[in-house]
């Protein structure tokens, strides 16, 4: 389904420059455009230098926005690709004044363009598209050719923390991490069964949740 433009698009997205990095468009090759770097500068962003969660896929912010007021010694930079989308975590996070989140409009493919090696400390996957279909495997955001980019990403002992309600993705993710050189530190495949303190719920899991999909969530560490 196609998803209407909001209105005044970029004068919203303009309004909320002071916590948004927008996409390189001179490059439009992702590969070559992963390795221009063009390192945020997240002390100054911050202010500080506390460590670092990614949100891979923030949606409309619920998730980031939440944690982020539960946790204000942790930085959190949120990313996701469609700005249509992004809008509305900016304006969240700005109705709400978070100082600790930063957001990113952009595709995951691109991230080792925009953070140091070994900087980050967690990575959230919140109820990534699972896409069952065998030709879109490659663009499941556990898929090892993002796991690659992950492990760039964090630090040794950094973990990615997913949720999700479809099984057979959860079990494609299992097999990616191990794989990859992740250790699986935690399984849960009934998150209401064995919730998990201080986890916040997103607005894809409320859904599903209405639906009585069981959750299921993964604690993968970088080893
Ligand atoms: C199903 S939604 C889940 C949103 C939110 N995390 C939640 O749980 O409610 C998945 C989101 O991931 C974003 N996304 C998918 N592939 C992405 C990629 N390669 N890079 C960045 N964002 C991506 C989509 O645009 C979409 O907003």
Known sequence: MRMHKKSHLEERLSA????????????????????????????RIFGNANPVFLEIGCGKGKFVCETAKLCPDINFVAVEKISNVLIE??????????????FLNCAAE????????????????????????????KQRLTHPKFLSVYKRLLKRGGEIVQKTDDRDFYLFSLESYRQCGFDIKATCEDLAAEPVE???????????????????????VNI
């Open 89 to 102: 975590a900016l304006e969240r996070a700005k109705a709400e004044n978070i100082r600790n989140v930063y």
């Open 16 to 43: 909320c420059a002071d916590i948004l990095k927008t996409p390189d468009v001179t490059e439009k090759n992702m590969k070559i455009s992963a390795n221009i770097p063009d390192i945020l500068p997240l002390e």
């Open 198 to 220: 201080g986890d916040v719920e997103t607005e894809h899991e409320k859904l599903f949740k209405e639906r009585g999909k069981p959750i299921f969530r993964v604690v993968a």
């Open 110 to 137: 691109v991230l080792p363009k925009y953070f140091e090696e070994g900087s980050v400390s967690r990575i959230y996957l919140n109820f990534s598209n699972p896409l069952p279909k065998e030709g879109y495997k």
